[in-house]
């Protein structure tokens, strides 16, 4: 894992008692962890009168750095031991790193689920509805008496956050084809996970 | 039901009685030849100089034809019914079975081609699937992912498209459970009775 000198001397400062006492030291977590992870969150987390008293560029500098190593940690799903052993490193003692520790494992889903979602994919099948009808007759062809399926697919794209539809239609034929595909590869994923 | 010949038609007709029952075979595939791809001046041009008639008259006998044929098939009506529409056309005994023949044996490829102008969305042609587990990526390492990617085949109006999906375990199950339901209501007791009474 590696971090940038601005990111490691940040993070060395917010081991330090003169700049941050331990209540500070607290809230600073908190608010680096909020502002990862809740989509809510704003400018005003760091606007909590525990903080008041500190240097703002220092806490934006610490902020940034303990922000980026959590989001590092995350990334390579570290261990609490690694945690300790890093954080030691960095001279933070014993109570900032139990409290350190406390926090990343009260947030550690959260975060590899957000961390987990950044990326391409495909479109991403989320739903499907169908409408079944019985074809009677159109204009060119009468007396066509045949039922026909309408399927809709509905379908996620991860970048641009549309919601675009695939719709066909098939006979009973197709759609049991269709289906007996697609119960191939639910068995097929059954198995591999009996693996 | 009968159809209904109009004196238009039943003068282009009128062509046939004239030649012999070979030719009236041929005009009957010419003129499923011309639904499945569209006229063919040049055929008609051949068949007039044979016949020593004008191309025109060719023309007109074998629209007629087709015209004949397509309004049975699309109306899908009985023997008996195309007999009687033909009979006032005042043809021979046999000139009347060879065009019921004509009938009977292209109907089914003439609703077919029918059935293809109707207004219609992409059709299903197939799906291939691939099972996937995403291991890392640049934000998280050590992941273990299912996916399973489909690739799905639709046809419209003769073009082909793909579309590339990708969906996780849950939703397959979910897609295809959904989908045998479908699969299932045709067989419900109501869909049943709808059958049974549109007739």
Known sequence: ?195 | MLLDLSEEHKEHLAFLPRVDAAVVAEFGRIAVEFLRRGANPKIYEGAARKLNVSSDTIQHGVEGLTYLLTESSKLMISELDFQDSVFVLGFSEELNKLLLQLYLDNRKEIRRILNELAPCLPSYHSLEWRLDVQLASRSLRQQIKPTVTVKLNLDQNGDHSTHFLQTDPATLLHLVQQLEQALEEMKTNHCRRVVRSIK
């Open chain 1, 1 to 195: 894992m590696e971090l940038s000198e601005y990111v490691q001397r940040g993070f060395q400062r917010l081991a330090d008692p003169g700049s941050f006492d331990s209540n500070a030291f607290a809230l600073l977590l908190r608010a680096a962890f909020q502002s990862l992870l809740d989509a809510r969150a704003d400018e005003a987390a760091l606007d909590h009168p525990g903080l008041k008293h500190i240097d703002p560029v220092v806490l934006k500098h610490c902020h940034a750095a303990a922000a980026t190593y959590i989001l590092e940690a995350g990334k390579h799903r570290v261990d609490r031991s690694t945690l300790s052993t890093y954080l030691e490193d960095c001279k933070f003692d014993q109570d900032r790193i139990e409290i350190f520790c406390t926090e990343y494992q009260n947030n550690k889903n959260s975060l590899e689920i957000l961390l987990g979602s950044i990326g391409r994919s495909l479109p991403h099948i989320t739903d499907v509805s169908w409408r079944l009808e019985y074809q009677i007759k159109t204009n060119q062809l009468h007396k066509m008496y045949q039922p026909g399926y309408l399927v809709t697919l509905n379908v996620e794209n991860s970048d641009s956050q549309s919601y675009p539809e695939i719709s066909f239609s098939c006979n009973m034929e197709q759609l049991q084809d269709l289906v007996g595909k697609l119960k191939d590869a639910s068995k097929s994923l059954e198995r591999a996970t009996q693996l």
